[in-house]
């Protein structure tokens, strides 16, 4: 089975986040907590219903992750600018932040 | 269901009834339009009072030669997102000079209160949750409309000439 | 320009009240997301790839340095110090937070701005030429117009549920620059024998998936009919448009599947029943009234010609070449139009920093009558009215804030959408591609010498970059996980509006800058003389020759 984690935006702001392991929505995908058997991605999506429910984030969504230099990266090149920031415009988006851990998109 | 009527939470006299629930004379009862348009001669010819639901897609002016005998048309949002009623509600009143009660049912909710209203829907079926105070607020959020539609409300460009012709 | 009255004014600050009102109660949980979409949308408000974005109205493209400098100051206080200039004559802003959305709404309604309707299955902002009071070739203004039927269409009671979105596009001039042909409604002012002005009526335009070009239903509405002609438009598509497949609902679907006859008959027979039973169109007075602030500002009386303005010419080429291609025939002697270019080489389309905004407003305060601005559907701005005479102040200082680019209408002016940079709906990214076209054709004279050359770019088949009408088309495709570019040639959006052809099998990331090279060099190399235009070298000899260079002479 693929590694799933948990996007969503923030209901509040719309800042990208993901569901840590601790349980905390995280503004890092470097944070994200990864599943790959069907109870870990159970478990996500149960994540995402409540936090839904509870107004805390919207369009919550399991992305496919992959392991790249020991680090979890989403697979998608979407999802990879959506933990990053726009491509044009490299000052801008999490990546201008100094702790993004992310090697550089696509 | 709470059905609200001018501004009010009032009691539901009516019945809903689906293509084949018998049709008692003492009740008031609504049909879907398709029942009545096959059972029109003896829904009218019995004792109950009609009323017809009208989906979207049925052929508004079906009805036209029978409003004076309906006291109720319910319209039907199976979603708020579906907008073909509000059309239906306008022709009514303003084509087919339609004068008994037109009853928003199925996903309404206070957001689309004001469009409706103005429309020509004056009953409202909501679900029992629904705050009707919030309700009594929606009608205040605006105090001008652009154009002119089923109400009574004066357009803003009604307004705008009778102001100046009075301020003269 | 319109300026609110009270009322206006009124239902603005009410609108953002409500809206107030409705993210509150969503913050609060008394709406979920499937109820708060649609109410958020009808207010320009998305949800993207990084945050929130707002899309606010520039109604008809046209507002003022006033209304600039809140623009500015919004990205600034609420953004990240840019905006983005949209193809539908909006301004986009990318970095939006919910909760501060109702404060940047009150802050737009102090200079009479807002975001009704920029989203939603509802009646969107109306297209209008931006030249309009300014063009040579113009037959009625149509901004007058396009104010009536945005007043008409605000918060409509019976079309704010459509099927889906709604457009609607009205052009007075001869040469169509509003696109009015790919529009849900074009409208085409203009003068019958008896010298009445009227509208042409065309309905069923569009992009996106399925595109089509407009169709005549009515050769003549006379302007006091306008409203209840379109009344009848929308009730005869709010209640036939296809609901069950968001691909099949703009009324384009339903112009075509019923056939534009029928859509005529069913139109009049509704315009016809309606005149008897409503008022909706305007009484004379009002007509007038929203008339008299378009009417044509007190221009000075000034020669034809300026004598510092063609010394400048004679000596500096490069304000000579920035003449050439952005400063338009002005219907008044002495004026001309400017167009201010978005497209700097390799920069990002429509994109403008809060600055520069600062700077336009300041120019436009200085020099443009009226302190008037428009915003283009080709992401581009105008100054629709400035004397030749202070032409060169004006190129000096856009230039000073690096917005003095000569491109316009050039290869180098390029649409693209924001595309997989910002867009949750993207497949592909569509500006690092316009970046670096931009850059392959970075040499000026090489674009003099290319021509008038429209490129389009859209990151998903919605087609917000026009790729359909482009010369040149590119829409961004997802191939297993991979960017992936088709190209098409031929569309375009004026008076001769077509929808562009597809070559062949697509293009990767990198190759499709060279196929766009490719087909210019084609074109360069077979072009009849320096003077046939692209789109006429393409018309005259098909897509054969182009197809052979890109693919091979096998694929022609
Ligand atoms: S064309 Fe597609 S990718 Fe581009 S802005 Fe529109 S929806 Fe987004």
Redesign the pocket.
């Given at each position: 089975m693929a590694a799933k984690a948990l996007k969503a935006n923030r209901l509040s702001d719309g800042e990208a986040v993901w569901l840590s392991r601790t349980g905390i929505w995280e503004t890092r995908v470097t944070l994200a907590r990864v599943e790959e058997d069907a109870d870990g991605i159970a478990a996500l999506e149960d994540a995402a219903r409540t936090a839904t429910a509870d107004c805390i984030v919207v369009d919550a969504e399991l992305i496919d992750m992959e392991i790249r230099d020991g680090a979890p990266v989403p697979s998608k090149l979407k999802e990879r600018i959506r933990a990053l920031g726009p491509t044009v415009r490299l000052d801008l988006g999490k990546q201008a932040e100094p702790e993004s851990r992310l090697g550089k998109v696509a | 269901m709470a059905l609200i009527k001018d501004g009010k939470q009032v009691s539901d006299q009516w019945l809903t009834a689906d293509a084949d629930t018998p049709v008692q004379p003492d009740i008031p009862t609504i049909v879907p339009f398709a029942r009545f348009i096959a059972e029109r001669d003896s829904l009218l010819r019995s004792q109950a009072e009609i009323g017809v639901k009208l989906s979207p897609g049925d052929d508004v002016a079906a009805l036209a030669g029978d409003l004076d005998r309906l006291k109720v048309i319910a319209v039907d949002f199976p979603a708020f997102t579906d907008g073909r009623a509000y059309s239906y509600a306008r022709l009514l009143r303003q084509r087919y000079g339609y004068r008994g009660e037109i009853r928003a049912t199925g996903n309404v909710l206070r957001d689309q209160y004001l469009f409706m209203l103005r429309a020509g829907i004056d009953a409202f079926e909501v679900t029992d949750k629904t705050q009707i105070s919030s309700w009594i607020d929606a009608l205040e959020e605006f105090s001008h409309y652009y154009q002119k539609a089923s109400d009574a409300a004066q357009p803003v460009w009604a307004k705008r000439h009778t102001t100046v012709a009075a301020a003269e | 320009m319109y300026r609110y009255d009270e009322f206006d004014a009124t239902l603005v600050r009410e609108r953002v009240s409500q809206f107030r009102g409705q993210v509150a109660r969503r913050v609060a949980g008394e709406l979920t997301e499937d109820e708060f979409k649609p109410l958020r949308l009808m207010n320009g408000l998305y949800l993207q790839i990084h945050a929130y974005m707002l899309r606010v109205a520039i109604p008809y493209g046209t507002f003022d340095a006033r209304q600039m400098r809140k623009l500015a100051h919004i990205a600034r206080v609420y953004d990240k110090g840019y905006g983005h200039f949209?193809t539908r004559q909006n301004i986009q802003f990318n970095w939006i937070k919910l909760d501060e959305t109702p404060d940047i709404l009150d802050e737009l309604a102090d200079v009479e701005m807002h975001a009704i309707q920029t989203s939603g299955n509802c009646i969107r902002n109306t297209t209008a030429d931006p030249y309009a009071g300014a063009a040579v070739d113009e037959v009625e203004d149509p901004r007058a117009w396009a104010e009536i039927i945005r007043q008409w269409s605000s918060f409509h009671p019976e079309f704010s549920f459509l099927p889906r979105k709604f457009k609607i596009a009205v052009t007075g001039a001869t040469h169509d620059r509003a696109a009015v042909r790919v529009h849900d409604i074009g409208l085409i002012a203009k003068k019958n024998e008896a010298g009445e002005i009227g509208f042409e009526v065309m309905v069923g335009g569009g992009q996106g998936r399925t595109p089509m070009i407009a169709k005549t239903i009515r050769d003549f509405v006379p302007r006091d009919h306008l409203l209840s002609y379109l009344e009848a438009v929308l009730r005869v598509y709010n209640m036939l448009g296809r609901r069950d497949n968001k691909y099949k609902a703009r009324i384009k679907i339903l112009v075509h599947e019923v056939g534009v006859e029928e859509i005529r008959s069913l139109v009049e027979a509704e315009w016809e029943a309606m005149q008897k039973e409503t008022s909706v169109d305007l009484p004379t007075a009002e007509r007038d009234r929203i008339a008299s602030y378009f009417s044509a500002p007190a221009f000075e009386v000034l020669a034809d010609t300026d004598r510092g303005f063609e010394a400048r010419r004679f000596e500096d080429r490069d304000f000579a070449a920035w003449v050439r291609s952005n400063v338009k025939p002005h219907r008044q002697t002495g004026y001309a139009i400017v167009d201010i270019s978005l497209k700097p080489t390799g920069g990002i389309p429509g994109d403008i920093t809060a600055d520069q905004m600062d700077t336009v407003a300041d120019i436009a305060d200085a020099f443009a009558v009226g302190s008037e601005i428009r915003a283009t559907y080709q992401q581009n701005l105008v100054l629709p009215h400035v004397k030749l005479s202070d032409l060169p102040a004006v190129y000096d200082r856009l230039k000073a804030a690096e917005l003095a680019t000569g491109n316009i209408g050039l290869a180098g002016d390029i649409i693209?959408?924001?595309?997989?940079d910002?867009?949750?709906?993207?497949?592909?990214r569509?500006i690092p591609i316009a970046q670096r076209i931009s850059e392959r054709f970075a040499d000026l004279n090489r674009q003099f010498d290319i021509g008038p050359l429209e490129i389009k770019i859209?990151?998903?088949?919605?087609?917000?970059?026009h790729?359909h009408v482009g010369h040149i088309g590119i829409l961004?495709v997802d191939r297993k996980g991979e960017e992936h570019y088709q190209l098409t040639l031929g569309g375009r959006a004026d008076e001769a509006a077509a929808i562009g052809r597809i070559t062949g099998p697509g293009f990767s990331y990198d190759g499709i800058i060279d196929a766009v090279e490719t087909v210019v060099e084609t074109y360069l190399a077979i072009r009849a003389n320096p003077e046939e235009r692209f789109i006429d070298t393409l018309d005259r000899v098909g897509q054969d020759p182009f197809k052979e260079r890109l693919y091979g002479a096998k694929a022609a």
């Open positions: - | - | 949209t693209a959408c924001p595309g997989l910002y867009c949750n709906l993207a497949n592909a569509s859209s990151g998903c088949i919605n087609a917000c970059g790729h961004g």
